[in-house]
């Protein structure tokens, strides 16, 4: 069965120095390097926010980032601006080895919707159009690396099992947030989708 690598948003603001930096988010883009270089079809997703986005604190007036708030489409966290689609921050981590890629695929750009997940926007309905190209490139497996694994990783990997296809998640070349809870939360959440969560190669 074939396999696709989804790489999830190593981007240069999700690592230190970035405005939503993620705790280590630089030290797994060797590792994914070597990962990707195996790879049979590989996808990059790339968070692609307007600026003025509506998950940004900025956008609201009165909010700090990360408090919560209600959007029409369930809870939100309020995120700092980050990025902003053309912008520096928006940029793969400089030592991403892109040229590995089939498919880099966006996500965000609606103003008023956030999207975690590679597959959908978090109205959970509207559709990025991974579902599409990985069906009809034969892929029924997907293997999930990258940032954030508490957000952008949870999300993507339960859609990914709820659509039918059989996830992995390598732990060990993903880093979290971990905000209120969310590390464990989303651990549990996973697995009760039926994502393994694994370790190196065993
Ligand atoms: C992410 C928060 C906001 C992620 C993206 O990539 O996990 N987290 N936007
Ligand atoms: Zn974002």
Known sequence: MSQALIVIDVQKDFCPGGTLAVPEGDTIVAPINALMAEAGVVVLTQDWHPAGHSSFASSHAGKSP????E?????QVLWPDHCVKGRKGARFHAGLQVDHADLVI???SNPQIDSYSAFFENDHVTPTGLTG????????????????????VNFSAIDAATLGFKVTVRQDLCR??????SLDAAIVGMKAAGVSLETGNG
């Open 133 to 152: 190209y990985l069906r009809t490139r034969g892929v029924e497996e997907v293997v999930l690396v990258g940032l954030a694994l508490d957000f952008c």
């Open 176 to 181: 979290a947030i971990d905000l209120n809870g």
């Open 71 to 75: 959007m029409p489409y369930g809870p």
């Open 66 to 69: 990360y408090d919560m708030i």
């Open 106 to 108: 966006r996500k965000g």
